[in-house]
């Protein structure tokens, strides 16, 4: 199994203010993923981290207002920019293990608030 | 159509007793099938996984048809530290953690 860490755990920002998110996973992982949990709803997969390549987004997440960094195979951060209250959300970083079937594993969790 | 369905829930129920979840997946090609457990304000975790033939891990039992694009979760015997809320999670068609869907989860409420 993997373990996971991200901080900060929680955080209420401003609008208008980024907020970067970090991510540290105890072992080397090719992939590492970003998700989105709004509120009562289910999990969203905003973009997937590539050591030494641009991160994949998917559908509705840009670049620009998630950028992401990958500096290394046991790392990532999530900057969610120029907040908004539609941005008060939970993310959670994840990595899938080797081999099958292939589990998922979350970090603990962002607790975002804008206000 | 969302492309995975759970039952809206919630469900409440006296311990001991025996319930079940349902999920409908909209992708014939989806290859592989899970349940996640997620506690109130924690991230969530692999409970089992669902295989064609239907497997068993103690109380819980899943079953996959998919000739129906459908899965299911038995719970028997429950305990209040079954209460949670289950996600259904559905792989495309190459398997890839990329084409993970989740449902929007059952929420679950075993009473003493």
């Known amino acids: 199994s993997a373990v996971i860490s991200q901080k900060p755990s929680r955080d209420i920002c401003q609008r208008g203010t980024s907020l970067t998110i970090q991510c540290q996973v105890d072992?080397?992982?090719?992939?590492m993923f970003w998700y989105r949990q709004q509120p009562g709803q289910s999990l969203t997969l905003i973009a997937t981290?590539?050591?030494?390549?641009?991160?994949?987004?998917e559908s509705g997440f840009v670049i620009d207002k998630f950028p992401i960094s990958r500096p290394n195979l046991t790392f990532s951060t999530l900057t969610v920019s120029n907040m908004s209250p539609e941005d008060s959300s939970i993310y959670l970083c994840?990595?899938?293990?080797?081999?099958?079937?292939?589990?998922?594993?979350f970090g603990p969790g962002t607790r975002l608030t804008v206000t | 159509r969302k492309e995975v369905e759970q039952d809206p829930g919630p469900f409440n129920v006296p311990e001991g007793a025996t319930v079940a979840f349902n999920c409908t997946y909209s992708?014939?090609?989806?290859?592989?099938f899970f349940w996640y457990r997620q506690d109130c304000r924690k991230e969530p975790k692999l409970l089992m996984s669902?295989?064609?033939s239907g497997n068993e891990d103690g109380r819980f039992t899943a079953q996959l048809n998919r000739a129906s694009q459908y899965i299911s979760l038995l719970i028997r015997d429950s305990k209040l530290s079954d209460s949670a809320t289950y996600l259904c999670?559905?792989?495309?068609?190459?398997?890839?953690?990329?084409?993970?869907?989740f449902g929007s989860g059952t929420q679950l409420t075993v009473l003493p």
């Open positions: 994840s990595v899938n293990s080797v081999g099958s079937p292939r589990e998922q594993y």
């Open positions: 072992s080397q992982v090719t992939m």
């Open positions: 981290a590539n050591q030494g390549s641009e991160a994949t987004y």
């Open positions: 992708n014939s090609a989806s290859q592989s």
């Open positions: 669902v295989y064609s």
């Open positions: 999670v559905v792989t495309g068609s190459s398997g890839s953690a990329r084409q993970l869907t």
